[in-house]
């Protein structure tokens, strides 16, 4: 919690490791994961909470005692651990010093005082409408209101509190059959919202034959149907070139690879971040390695004009989408990261609407629902000629079953409605070319 606290490291890379280091067993595993992943959805309500009964903010109390107090807070607020033993066993993580024992001990007699909803009604008590629920569901205002926003631009507001809830549940771990390499029925008995997919039986998804062989992956069924959209939008033509433009770290390019195999088409990836086009290489090795992974700026295809019949753009952007599997990610994030990343998913839209062919089909992703990252984006490129194409009804047919959002000919999905990822797609066609060239 201190690292991912002081050093910005990230939980779900970190705390796996830890895990194993102890050598913890399935139930402590699943304990450690809880109070982790919770402690950090929760960081805003439990710091909340924490700065009443210490009356100093979280930034004057040293960087120790301030993780296991959330921790602490964590256990007694929202899970079932006797307050006794949470306490006791958080002050023991506090060794022989006796300042911060001290300190601990008096915080958390005021918390066990009074009940948690009560101190919570108290710190709501004089907030704005949309702070208090901030607070309560502990997310930042600013992406409460830019949730609101998504859902209202598809007469769905009213759906926000469920959104927020979703974000603090515990996503189960989703699985992909890679076509050709595996079925889904070799991944378990859940279905998930994409024809590929399956929800990972419990316990680590490595135990999994077809995972460990590398002929399945852990992804969201989202992702998936985000990339589905692109491959299965119209009949693949033998020898079609496909790009993914922003790959790392391959997820969705593992996805792409074995769809191009199984149609005669060619995939090429590209990414920014040369570490990140590493994990891109090990995504496709048990797919297709000879996939080109090219290491650069999207920008720059800019200036390679029509040679491509589908491109992936998968675009950087904030993953408010994604909070409930990046447990910390809510609360790194900041307003001004918005404008700064739309500026980049214009350019890199521009650079894949001219680098596909003329009649060829860019997707257009983010897992963010942010209206700036998504329809704004989309609105800038049909501006300047793109040509939308009708994503829900592709995606109708990919996963009927699967209740769409989005507005327009956009597909938004959400976690509270779809059990995947808030991902956005929108699939672009290139004007010019002809409808043989689109079914050569
Ligand atoms: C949303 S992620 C892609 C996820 C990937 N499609 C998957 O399914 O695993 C966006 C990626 O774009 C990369 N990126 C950021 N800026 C870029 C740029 N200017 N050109 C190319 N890639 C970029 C990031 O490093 C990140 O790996």
């Not at 007469?155 to 515990?170: F, I, T, V």
């Given at each position: 919690?201190?690292?991912?606290?002081?050093?910005?490291?990230?939980?779900?890379?970190?705390?796996?490791?830890?895990?194993?280091?102890?050598?913890?067993?399935?139930?402590?595993?699943?304990?450690?994961?809880?109070?982790?992943?919770?402690?950090?959805?929760?960081?805003?309500?439990?710091?909340?909470?924490?700065?009443?009964?210490?009356?100093?903010?979280?930034?004057?109390?040293?960087?120790?005692?301030?993780?296991?107090?959330?921790?602490?807070?964590?256990?007694?607020?929202?899970?079932?651990?006797?307050?006794?033993?949470?306490?006791?066993?958080?002050?023991?993580?506090?060794?022989?010093?006796r300042g911060r024992r001290g300190f601990a001990n008096a915080v958390l007699r005021r918390v066990t005082a009074t009940s948690i909803d009560e101190q919570v009604d108290a710190i709501a008590a004089g907030m704005s409408a949309d702070d208090a629920?901030?607070?309560?569901?502990?997310?930042?205002?600013?992406?409460?209101?830019?949730?609101?926003?998504?859902?209202?631009?598809?007469?769905?507001?009213?759906?926000?509190?469920?959104?927020?809830?979703?974000?603090?549940?515990?996503?189960?771990?989703?699985?992909?059959?890679?076509?050709?390499?595996?079925?889904?029925?070799?991944?378990?008995?859940?279905?998930?919202?994409?024809?590929?997919?399956?929800?990972?039986?419990?316990?680590?998804?490595?135990?999994?034959?077809?995972?460990?062989?590398?002929?399945?992956?852990?992804?969201?069924?989202?992702?998936?149907?985000?990339?589905?959209?692109?491959?299965?939008?119209?009949?693949?033509?033998?020898?079609?070139?496909?790009?993914?433009?922003?790959?790392?770290?391959?997820?969705?390019?593992?996805?792409?690879?074995?769809?191009?195999?199984?149609?005669?088409?060619?995939?090429?990836?590209?990414?920014?971040?040369?570490?990140?086009?590493?994990?891109?290489?090990?995504?496709?090795?048990a797919v297709d390695p000879s996939v080109e992974v090219a290491v650069g700026d999207g920008r720059r295809y800019a200036d390679v004009d029509g040679v491509y019949d589908r491109i992936?753009?998968?675009?950087?952007?904030?993953?408010?989408?994604?909070?409930?599997?990046?447990?910390?990610?809510?609360?790194?994030?900041?307003?001004?990261?918005?404008?700064?990343?739309?500026?980049?998913?214009?350019?890199?839209?521009?650079?894949?609407?001219?680098?596909?062919?003329?009649?060829?089909?860019?997707?257009?992703?983010?897992?963010?629902?942010?209206?700036?990252?998504?329809?704004?984006?989309?609105?800038?490129?049909?501006?300047?000629?793109?040509?939308?194409?009708?994503?829900?009804?592709?995606?109708?047919?990919?996963?009927?079953?699967?209740?769409?959002?989005?507005?327009?000919?956009?597909?938004?999905?959400?976690?509270?409605?779809?059990?995947?990822?808030?991902?956005?797609?929108?699939?672009?066609?290139?004007?010019?070319?002809?409808?043989?060239?689109?079914?050569?």
């Amino acid at each position: 919690m201190r690292d991912v606290d002081v050093d910005d490291a990230y939980a779900n890379l970190l705390l796996p490791a830890r895990i194993r280091e102890a050598g913890l067993d399935a139930q402590d595993a699943a304990f450690a994961t809880e109070l982790a992943y919770g402690t950090l959805r929760w960081q805003g309500h439990l710091d909340a909470i924490v700065v009443a009964a210490a009356g100093r903010p979280m930034d004057e109390i040293d960087a120790t005692t301030r993780s296991v107090l959330r921790v602490a807070v964590h256990q007694i607020a929202r899970m079932r651990v006797p307050a006794h033993a949470a306490v006791h066993e958080s002050i023991e993580l506090l060794g022989d010093h006796r300042g911060r024992r001290g300190f601990a001990n008096a915080v958390l007699r005021r918390v066990t005082a009074t009940s948690i909803d009560e101190q919570v009604d108290a710190i709501a008590a004089g907030m704005s409408a949309d702070d208090a629920l901030a607070l309560r569901a502990a997310h930042p205002t600013w992406v409460v209101r830019a949730l609101r926003r998504a859902l209202d631009a598809e007469g769905a507001a009213d759906e926000l509190e469920a959104l927020l809830a979703a974000d603090n549940d515990a996503p189960r771990v989703q699985l992909v059959a890679l076509p050709g390499l595996a079925e889904p029925a070799e991944l378990g008995d859940e279905s998930t919202a994409s024809p590929l997919g399956r929800l990972s039986p419990a316990g680590d998804p490595w135990r999994v034959p077809a995972v460990r062989e590398g002929r399945a992956r852990v992804q969201d069924a989202g992702s998936q149907l985000a990339a589905l959209a692109l491959t299965r939008a119209e009949p693949v033509a033998a020898g079609e070139r496909w790009l993914d433009l922003c790959a790392g770290p391959g997820g969705k390019a593992a996805l792409l690879a074995a769809e191009a195999r199984a149609s005669g088409a060619h995939l090429e990836a590209n990414e920014l971040v040369p570490a990140r086009a590493g994990l891109v290489r090990q995504a496709l090795a048990a797919v297709d390695p000879s996939v080109e992974v090219a290491v650069g700026d999207g920008r720059r295809y800019a200036d390679v004009d029509g040679v491509y019949d589908r491109i992936l753009l998968d675009a950087p952007c904030t993953g408010l989408g994604a909070l409930r599997r990046r447990p910390e990610a809510r609360w790194r994030k900041q307003p001004s990261d918005v404008p700064e990343l739309a500026r980049l998913q214009s350019q890199l839209l521009r650079a894949a609407m001219r680098a596909v062919r003329p009649g060829g089909l860019v997707a257009y992703v983010t897992c963010s629902p942010h209206l700036a990252e998504t329809r704004a984006i989309v609105q800038g490129a049909i501006a300047d000629g793109a040509e939308a194409v009708d994503t829900r009804a592709v995606m109708t047919r990919i996963a009927p079953d699967a209740t769409l959002g989005g507005t327009g000919e956009a597909v938004q999905l959400w976690p509270h409605r779809t059990g995947t990822d808030a991902m956005f797609v929108q699939l672009l066609r290139r004007p010019g070319g002809d409808a043989a060239a689109s079914a050569r």
